[in-house]
T-cell receptor
Framework: DTAVSQTPKYLVTQMGNDKSIKCEQN?????MYWYKQDSKKFLKIMFS???????INETVPNRFSPKSPDKAHLNLHINSLELGDSAVYFC??????????FGPGTRLTVL | DAKTTQPNSMESNEEEPVHLPCNHS???????IHWYRQLPSQGPEYVIH???SNVNNRMASLAIAEDRKSSTLILHRATLRDAAVYYC??????????????FGKGTHLIIQP
């Protein structure tokens, strides 16, 4: 069974649209994260959630909003998509300060 | 999180040991040294981490300098599957929260058959 799964794997959409990426972990972890990897391959933390509470919110536009319906899920909602949002988005989970387990990534392309 | 410096790329032969260096001269006393790697078209995966003492696990060994200003990830017998970007990351694990990881550019490890 996949420990951290993301859907969809690929997402192609037009500028201005609103989209969501789903993430689920079956590891029983307390904390989940979203990372963005841009075209230059730089990986950057966007958000982390611990027990349904936002802990970190880096300098991310407020068009991005994480939503956690329960401890096993952390979905990423993006409003008014822009060209610069094109990237690979990775979800991860961990126990507090434990090793992080990453999902396979979602490649978002904004046209 | 303190900054780390790694070579952009390294090349090694299959079945030989690989030593991946990382400099972190501004490391603080509560910073742990974490190593992750990212295989092509995959998410990052945890390799190893340590604070002061050398660490071993099934994937690799981590050698930490006595002054903690540098460390070396050791792959004892590289295989083609070890070709990846290796990231050395410092994180202050002393607090009560759950911080994300601050990735640098990493070292692109190339394994020759």
């Amino acid at each position: 069974d996949t420990a951290v799964s993301q859907t969809p794997k690929y997402l192609v959409t037009q500028m201005g649209n609103d989209k969501s990426i789903k993430c689920e972990q079956n590891l029983g972890h307390d904390t989940m994260y979203w990372y963005k990897q841009d075209s230059k391959k730089f990986l950057k933390i966007m958000f982390s959630y611990n027990n349904k509470e936002l802990i970190i919110n880096e300098t991310v536009p407020n068009r991005f909003s994480p939503k956690s319906p329960d401890k096993a899920h952390l979905n990423l909602h993006i409003n008014s998509l822009e060209l610069g949002d094109s990237a690979v988005y990775f979800c991860a989970s961990s126990q507090v300060y434990g090793e992080q387990f990453f999902g396979p990534g979602t490649r978002l392309t904004v046209l | 999180d303190a900054k780390t410096t790694q070579p952009n790329s390294m090349e090694s032969n299959e079945e030989e040991p690989v030593h991946l260096p990382c400099n972190h001269s501004t490391i603080s006393g509560t910073d742990y040294i974490h190593w992750y790697r990212q295989l092509p078209s995959q998410g990052p995966e945890y390799v190893i981490h340590g604070l002061t003492s050398n660490v071993n696990n099934r994937m690799a060994s981590l050698a930490i300098a006595e002054d903690r200003k540098s460390s070396t990830l050791i792959l004892h017998r590289a295989t083609l599957r070890d070709a990846a970007v290796y990231y050395c990351i410092l994180r202050d694990d002393s607090g009560g929260g759950a911080d994300g990881l601050t990735f640098g550019k990493g070292t692109h490890l190339i394994i020759q058959p």
